[in-house]
Protein backbone atom coordinates (compact mmCIF):
# COMPACT_ATOMS: atom_id res chain seq x y z
CA UNK A 1 0.00 0.00 0.00
CA UNK A 2 1.34 3.36 -0.62
CA UNK A 3 1.76 5.33 2.16
CA UNK A 4 -0.17 8.74 0.42
CA UNK A 5 -2.68 10.49 3.02
CA UNK A 6 -5.29 13.15 1.63
CA UNK A 7 -7.96 14.82 4.02
CA UNK A 8 -10.90 15.66 4.25
CA UNK A 9 -12.22 12.49 2.24
CA UNK A 10 -15.03 14.07 1.77
CA UNK A 11 -16.01 17.97 2.07
CA UNK A 12 -19.48 20.06 1.74
CA UNK A 13 -19.08 23.88 1.44
CA UNK A 14 -20.79 26.85 0.63
CA UNK A 15 -19.79 29.07 -2.15
CA UNK A 16 -17.21 31.62 -1.48
CA UNK A 17 -15.87 29.70 1.75
CA UNK A 18 -11.85 28.91 0.91
CA UNK A 19 -10.58 25.78 1.39
CA UNK A 20 -7.12 23.82 1.64
CA UNK A 21 -7.08 20.25 0.84
CA UNK A 22 -4.00 18.37 2.70
CA UNK A 23 -2.01 15.87 1.27
CA UNK A 24 1.02 13.93 2.91
CA UNK A 25 2.94 11.07 1.68
CA UNK A 26 6.11 9.79 3.76
CA UNK A 27 7.69 7.91 1.18
CA UNK A 28 10.13 10.80 0.56
CA UNK A 29 8.93 11.33 -2.98
CA UNK A 30 10.38 14.11 -4.87
CA UNK A 31 8.00 14.64 -7.31
CA UNK A 32 3.78 15.60 -6.34
CA UNK A 33 0.99 15.87 -8.09
CA UNK A 34 -2.63 17.09 -8.07
CA UNK A 35 -5.41 15.76 -10.44
CA UNK A 36 -9.27 16.36 -10.50
CA UNK A 37 -11.79 13.80 -12.14
CA UNK A 38 -15.45 13.76 -12.53
CA UNK A 39 -17.63 10.71 -12.52
CA UNK A 40 -16.52 8.29 -15.71
CA UNK A 41 -14.15 11.04 -16.69
CA UNK A 42 -10.31 10.83 -17.01
CA UNK A 43 -8.00 12.71 -15.13
CA UNK A 44 -6.55 15.93 -15.38
CA UNK A 45 -3.08 17.05 -14.09
CA UNK A 46 -3.67 20.89 -12.41
CA UNK A 47 -0.94 20.95 -10.36
CA UNK A 48 2.58 19.36 -9.92
CA UNK A 49 5.92 20.15 -7.84
CA UNK A 50 9.27 18.69 -8.95
CA UNK A 51 10.62 19.07 -4.64
CA UNK A 52 10.67 21.99 -2.27
CA UNK A 53 9.55 25.35 -3.47
CA UNK A 54 8.98 23.62 -6.98
CA UNK A 55 5.33 24.15 -8.18
CA UNK A 56 4.13 24.01 -11.50
CA UNK A 57 0.89 24.54 -13.47
CA UNK A 58 -0.89 21.53 -15.22
CA UNK A 59 -2.86 20.93 -18.26
CA UNK A 60 -5.82 21.69 -17.02
CA UNK A 61 -6.64 25.42 -15.92
CA UNK A 62 -7.38 25.60 -12.24
CA UNK A 63 -8.33 28.59 -9.97
CA UNK A 64 -6.36 26.93 -7.10
CA UNK A 65 -3.01 27.42 -5.54
CA UNK A 66 -0.23 25.22 -4.20
CA UNK A 67 2.56 24.94 -2.16
CA UNK A 68 5.62 22.84 -1.47
CA UNK A 69 7.57 24.19 1.71
CA UNK A 70 8.43 20.55 2.36
CA UNK A 71 8.56 17.32 1.07
CA UNK A 72 6.12 15.44 2.23
CA UNK A 73 3.41 17.98 2.18
CA UNK A 74 1.20 19.36 -1.34
CA UNK A 75 -1.80 21.09 0.23
CA UNK A 76 -4.18 22.48 -2.58
CA UNK A 77 -5.78 26.16 -1.73
CA UNK A 78 -8.83 27.52 -3.05
CA UNK A 79 -9.38 30.94 -2.27
CA UNK A 80 -13.30 31.31 -3.23
CA UNK A 81 -14.97 27.77 -3.72
CA UNK A 82 -18.20 27.23 -6.72
CA UNK A 83 -20.10 24.89 -7.38
CA UNK A 84 -18.12 24.51 -10.80
CA UNK A 85 -15.07 23.19 -8.24
CA UNK A 86 -17.31 20.04 -7.18
CA UNK A 87 -15.25 17.17 -8.56
CA UNK A 88 -12.96 14.37 -7.06
CA UNK A 89 -9.57 15.67 -6.07
CA UNK A 90 -6.84 13.16 -6.04
CA UNK A 91 -3.30 13.76 -5.02
CA UNK A 92 0.02 11.52 -6.29
CA UNK A 93 3.99 11.33 -5.73
CA UNK A 94 6.87 9.35 -7.69
CA UNK A 95 10.37 9.22 -7.32
CA UNK A 96 12.62 11.68 -9.07
CA UNK A 97 12.96 9.65 -11.97
CA UNK A 98 10.31 6.92 -11.04
CA UNK A 99 7.49 6.68 -13.42
CA UNK A 100 5.37 4.92 -11.28
CA UNK A 101 2.79 7.33 -9.34
CA UNK A 102 0.81 6.52 -6.36
CA UNK A 103 -2.13 8.10 -5.20
CA UNK A 104 -4.01 9.07 -2.09
CA UNK A 105 -7.55 8.46 -1.86
CA UNK A 106 -9.08 11.56 -2.91
CA UNK A 107 -11.18 14.26 -1.30
CA UNK A 108 -14.74 14.32 -2.95
CA UNK A 109 -15.54 18.19 -3.06
CA UNK A 110 -19.23 19.52 -2.58
CA UNK A 111 -19.89 22.91 -2.99
CA UNK A 112 -23.43 23.93 -3.03
CA UNK B 1 -9.23 14.24 -30.02
CA UNK B 2 -8.10 12.94 -27.05
CA UNK B 3 -4.84 12.18 -26.45
CA UNK B 4 -5.73 8.90 -25.29
CA UNK B 5 -8.79 7.10 -26.41
CA UNK B 6 -10.24 3.80 -25.05
CA UNK B 7 -13.53 2.06 -25.47
CA UNK B 8 -15.70 3.23 -22.01
CA UNK B 9 -17.49 -0.14 -21.89
CA UNK B 10 -19.24 -1.86 -19.84
CA UNK B 11 -17.59 -4.91 -20.71
CA UNK B 12 -19.72 -7.21 -18.99
CA UNK B 13 -18.60 -11.14 -19.18
CA UNK B 14 -19.08 -14.06 -16.83
CA UNK B 15 -16.62 -15.44 -14.39
CA UNK B 16 -13.89 -17.50 -16.74
CA UNK B 17 -14.18 -15.57 -19.48
CA UNK B 18 -11.38 -13.72 -21.41
CA UNK B 19 -11.92 -10.32 -22.40
CA UNK B 20 -9.35 -7.74 -23.49
CA UNK B 21 -9.16 -3.73 -23.95
CA UNK B 22 -7.20 -1.60 -26.52
CA UNK B 23 -6.84 2.01 -26.04
CA UNK B 24 -5.43 4.49 -28.76
CA UNK B 25 -2.73 7.17 -28.14
CA UNK B 26 -1.69 10.37 -30.29
CA UNK B 27 1.47 11.52 -29.05
CA UNK B 28 3.81 9.57 -31.54
CA UNK B 29 6.60 10.60 -29.17
CA UNK B 30 5.47 8.85 -25.63
CA UNK B 31 7.82 6.83 -24.27
CA UNK B 32 6.33 4.89 -21.78
CA UNK B 33 2.74 2.68 -21.08
CA UNK B 34 0.77 1.51 -18.48
CA UNK B 35 -2.22 0.15 -17.22
CA UNK B 36 -3.76 1.66 -13.99
CA UNK B 37 -6.98 -0.38 -12.28
CA UNK B 38 -9.40 2.04 -10.54
CA UNK B 39 -12.40 0.82 -8.30
CA UNK B 40 -15.74 2.42 -8.07
CA UNK B 41 -14.71 5.36 -6.09
CA UNK B 42 -11.18 4.70 -4.86
CA UNK B 43 -8.16 5.93 -6.38
CA UNK B 44 -6.19 4.42 -9.12
CA UNK B 45 -3.12 1.78 -8.96
CA UNK B 46 -0.67 0.68 -10.85
CA UNK B 47 -1.93 -2.71 -12.67
CA UNK B 48 1.38 -3.14 -14.98
CA UNK B 49 3.38 -1.47 -17.28
CA UNK B 50 3.51 -2.17 -20.88
CA UNK B 51 6.59 -2.67 -22.46
CA UNK B 52 7.72 -3.04 -26.24
CA UNK B 53 8.40 -6.79 -26.15
CA UNK B 54 5.19 -7.27 -24.60
CA UNK B 55 4.58 -8.31 -20.90
CA UNK B 56 2.69 -10.76 -19.06
CA UNK B 57 1.64 -11.02 -15.10
CA UNK B 58 -0.64 -14.06 -14.63
CA UNK B 59 -3.57 -14.10 -16.17
CA UNK B 60 -2.98 -10.37 -17.15
CA UNK B 61 -1.02 -9.47 -20.46
CA UNK B 62 -0.17 -6.46 -22.15
CA UNK B 63 0.84 -5.89 -25.62
CA UNK B 64 2.27 -2.46 -26.89
CA UNK B 65 2.05 -1.55 -30.99
CA UNK B 66 4.28 1.52 -31.72
CA UNK B 67 3.27 1.38 -35.24
CA UNK B 68 -0.46 1.80 -35.03
CA UNK B 69 0.23 3.68 -31.27
CA UNK B 70 -2.36 1.76 -29.34
CA UNK B 71 -2.20 -1.02 -26.33
CA UNK B 72 -3.84 -3.51 -25.26
CA UNK B 73 -4.76 -5.53 -22.02
CA UNK B 74 -5.78 -8.62 -21.64
CA UNK B 75 -7.06 -10.54 -18.78
CA UNK B 76 -7.52 -14.45 -18.82
CA UNK B 77 -9.94 -16.70 -16.22
CA UNK B 78 -11.82 -13.46 -15.08
CA UNK B 79 -12.96 -13.31 -11.10
CA UNK B 80 -15.24 -11.21 -10.17
CA UNK B 81 -12.50 -9.34 -8.16
CA UNK B 82 -11.44 -8.37 -11.82
CA UNK B 83 -14.58 -5.62 -11.85
CA UNK B 84 -13.23 -2.35 -12.22
CA UNK B 85 -12.04 0.51 -14.77
CA UNK B 86 -8.69 0.19 -16.28
CA UNK B 87 -7.08 2.89 -17.13
CA UNK B 88 -4.93 3.38 -20.40
CA UNK B 89 -2.10 5.91 -19.35
CA UNK B 90 0.88 7.02 -21.58
CA UNK B 91 4.08 8.84 -20.45
CA UNK B 92 3.74 12.26 -22.64
CA UNK B 93 7.05 12.93 -23.04
CA UNK B 94 9.22 16.07 -21.41
CA UNK B 95 11.18 16.20 -18.19
CA UNK B 96 8.98 15.94 -15.45
CA UNK B 97 6.96 12.65 -16.01
CA UNK B 98 3.70 14.16 -16.89
CA UNK B 99 0.92 10.68 -17.10
CA UNK B 100 -1.98 11.25 -19.81
CA UNK B 101 -4.79 9.63 -18.53
CA UNK B 102 -7.41 7.55 -20.71
CA UNK B 103 -11.38 7.68 -19.38
CA UNK B 104 -11.04 3.98 -19.04
CA UNK B 105 -13.30 0.70 -19.59
CA UNK B 106 -15.37 -0.92 -17.16
CA UNK B 107 -15.19 -4.07 -16.65
CA UNK B 108 -18.31 -5.63 -14.80
CA UNK B 109 -17.44 -9.69 -13.74
CA UNK B 110 -20.85 -11.41 -12.61
CA UNK B 111 -21.30 -15.10 -11.68
Known amino acids: EADIYQTPRYLVIGTGKKITLECSQT?????MYWYQQDPGMELHLIHY???????EKGDLSSESTVSRIRTEHFPLTLESARPSHTSQYLCASSELRGETQYFGPGTRLLVL | RKEVEQDPGPFNVPEGATVAFNCTYS??????FFWYRQDCRKEPKLLMS???SGNEDGRFTAQLNRASQYISLLIRDSKLSDSATYLC????????????FGAGTRLAVHP
Open chain 1, 49 to 55: SYGVNST
Open chain 2, 27 to 32: NSASQS
Open chain 1, 27 to 31: MGHDK
Open chain 2, 50 to 52: VYS
Open chain 2, 89 to 100: VVNGGGGYNKLI
